[in-house]
């Protein structure tokens, strides 16, 4: 059973950073491709990053140049590195994966005041 659990959620003011973390367990790390979604207040889950297991990345327009997305397989853990953020990236962060089925984490709160 995969399990995800997110980290690193907190309150930032405008154009400061935060690094989110997703470790996971009960699969090998290295081998799957790993994304990160948020859910704004009202609004859909959406795709944010996503890297494949040899480390291709791909991000979503709103957070290309501003948001990086990596991996660190030793320590079964992903990464979102966000920076300028801004009031809209407010959202519960996931981090998800697809083997055969999706898992998500339980999500981590960013909230950006202006």
């Known amino acids: 059973q995969v399990q995800l659990v997110e980290s690193g959620g907190g309150l930032v003011q405008t154009g400061g950073s935060l690094r989110l973390s997703c470790t996971a367990s009960g699969t090998i790390f290295s081998l799957i491709p790993m994304s990160w979604y948020r859910q704004a207040p009202g609004k859909q889950r959406g795709f944010v990053a996503h890297i494949t297991s040899g480390g291709s990345t791909n991000y979503a327009d709103s957070v290309k140049g501003r948001f990086t997305i990596s991996r660190d397989d030793a320590k079964n853990t992903m990464y979102l590195q966000m920076n300028s953020l801004k009031p809209e990236d407010t959202a519960v962060y996931y981090c998800?994966?697809?083997?055969?089925?999706?898992?998500w984490g339980q999500g981590t709160q960013v909230t950006v005041s202006s």
């Open positions: 998800a994966t697809h083997l055969g089925r999706e898992y």
